[in-house]
Nanobody, 114 residues
Framework: VQLQASGGGLVQAGGSLRLSCAASGSPSSINTMAWYRQAPGKQRELVAT???????NYADSVKGRFTISRDDAKNTVYLQMNSLKPDDTAVYYCYADRPGRIYWGQGTLVTVSS
């Protein structure tokens, strides 16, 4: 399975971005899909997860501002990011797993200017 993330860019504080991550190469049986991020000098952290049944979970820092969703027909996970803050600046990575395997996308840079 290969994950291709897109949608990052430069945005002013208070603005919005939508990230997409498409899975290819026999993505059947994917369970969890998620977004992580890594800011400069910091460890990678979980942003949001969505299970195959649609159950979602968010980091406290993004609750109420970010929304994760998935389209299983397109094997794609999305992250709608609203009310962006400079602290949201990071490389965002998509993640997917299925029994016995995990997969990472290549990362997409989000920069929020103040």
């Amino acid at each position: 399975v290969q994950l291709q993330a897109s949608g990052g860019g430069l945005v002013q504080a208070g603005g919005s971005l939508r990230l997409s991550c498409a899975a290819s190469g026999s993505p059947s049986s994917i369970n969890t899909m998620a977004w992580y991020r890594q800011a400069p000098g910091k460890q990678r952290e979980l942003v949001a997860t969505i299970l195959s049944g649609g159950l979602t979970n968010y980091a406290d820092s993004v609750k109420g501002r970010f929304t994760i969703s998935r389209d299983d027909a397109k094997n794609t996970v999305y992250l709608q990011m609203n009310s962006l803050k400079p602290d949201d600046t990071a490389v965002y990575y998509c993640y997917a797993d299925r029994p016995g395997r995990i997969y990472w996308g290549q990362g997409t840079l989000v920069t929020v200017s103040s």
